[in-house]
């Protein structure tokens, strides 16, 4: 717990057996529980993940949104939730400056960004700049947000998550939640993180096809919330 606040932690997973150990193992001890969701592996990474100690849940349906519905699926309780990917590129040891805000109140939804913070070269490619660069200068123009990044690495208050009524079962996921927590006015901040070459190959950005559907979807999902006049009350809160 961290000021008397249950964090879980949500760890999205495709064969990232080579990955997900060191991911765990730096993951601080006030985590109350992490949950690895698994999006169909053929490496073995659900059980090295059960190894270093986290509870694995399985998604069959392949797509970072649909294994993130499934880990949140599986939280117990949690009053914050961190995301984080497991190919370590992002730095689980900086979990902390990613919770604060939202385990103190300060906030109701962190951003670690790669944008302001340490990005080794070669950690983002040239397409990944790009796409965070032109898909935050649309929100921000469109919603008046001050994004820098769409980065994986991030928190959220439990009750705030709810609330989003979070549906995006691909790659549109980090997109969707922080155009959703504009509409609904969430208090967010964003934080500077430190990022590094991921272990193993990109299931997105490492391949032609995944960036032009990554990019499509993320762009279409701008331009669909653009011309809604309001978002629609999650079927759960009424």
Known sequence: MKHGKR?????????????ISRVIADIPDWVDEIVVADNGSTDGTPDVARESGARVVFEAERGYGAACLAGIAACNDADVIVFLDGDYSDHPDELGKVVEPVATGACEFVIGSRVTGNAKRGALTIQQRFGNWLACKLMNGLWRTCYTDLGPF?????????????????????VEMQIKAALLGLSVTEVPVSYRPRIGVSKISGTIKGTILAGTKILGLIGRYALRPRLPEPASLR
């Not at 964090?7 to 080579?18: G, R």
């Open 154 to 174: 991030r928190a959220i208050d439990g009750r705030a998550l709810r609330r989003l009524g979070m549906q995006d079962r691909t790659y549109g996921w980090t």
């Open 7 to 19: 964090i879980s932690v949500v760890i999205p997973a495709l064969n990232e057996a080579n990955a």
